[in-house]
DNA sequence: TGAGTTCGTCAATCTGATTGACGAACTCAG
DNA sequence: CTGAGTTCGTCAATCAGATTGACGAACTCA
């Protein structure tokens, strides 16, 4: 076997792409990115907007760890947080103008950087890859028992 | 395309090694380990000690870094810092006999964790996975200029 | 109506990692 | 031999990411 540093491998192959991503949205005129930015502008619901629980939910993260993001992206002008009118405690996350930019050059940077590994790696390798990542993620989390 | 969502696949990926092996460690009773402390175990000289520069640069973060490491791992009795013979600036990073039965413990779980993660891959995708990441972890990261 | 739950927030803490500064020790050109 | 520059470990401050605990306000439902 090799050295046994598989863990060691994936966090620097993660530094490099999520390093990627900031690099490349800095060039495109957004200061200030930071990579907890990419889960929301994945999951939230980009015309109604999304309430911060079930964003931290999607991210699984906690609620108190999404607020310091939605807090960062709010101050940013991004989000807004508007009341729900149908639960008053809960307040909705929704995107500005500007945030809908945001949101969308994101995910297009996010695109062309995962296309980027796609095509290094070539599409049946990528395929294995994210198979193989999805089952190392997944198995063993539900061990306590 | 699948969602682009492989920096987080990565990471996830990453964490749940991470954990697995800090609580296999705990079990054997090792409370306290600390994720950080398998970069040392791996690459340490566990007969005559390693210079914390040294360290810091096999395990690709600053010095300032690795000391937090060094001296959380020598409040816990697993190493000392020793003077270099050779280098009144320098300290060697020397383990202890403790450190050393520690150090041997951290990668036979290592070993048993990514023993695992193999054959549940499969030998094949396993080393697919490896040099995929390898790849991955290695480019772009030379591309100022 | 009241017990229990959920929502967002505040506060404190922890881990990991960074930059900047600095004294002490080393190196080497002149 | 000397002094400029570099390297070694350290201290200090800071930052990003994430966590737990506590809490008031609002909601649900027996």
């Given at each position: 076997m090799r050295e046994p540093d598989l863990a060691r491998l994936l966090l620097e192959a993660h530094r490099s792409l999520a390093d990627e991503w900031v690099a490349s949205m800095e060039e495109r005129g957004?200061?200030?990115?930071?990579?907890?930015h990419a889960v929301i502008a994945l999951t939230?619901?980009?015309?109604t907007g999304t309430r911060l629980t079930d964003l931290a939910e999607r991210a699984r993260m906690t609620k108190q760890g999404m607020m310091l993001l939605v807090d960062d992206l709010e101050s940013r002008g991004f989000v807004r947080r508007v009341a729900d009118p149908e639960d008053a405690r809960a307040k909705i996350v929704r995107l500005t103008t500007r945030g809908r930019t945001y949101v969308a050059e994101s995910r297009r940077v996010l695109q062309a950087v995962e296309g980027r590994a796609r095509r290094g790696l070539g599409d049946r390798r990528y395929e294995q890859v994210r198979d193989a990542l999805e089952w190392l993620a997944g198995e063993e989390e539900d061990e306590e028992e």
């Open positions: 957004y200061p200030g990115v930071r990579s907890g939230i619901d980009r015309r």
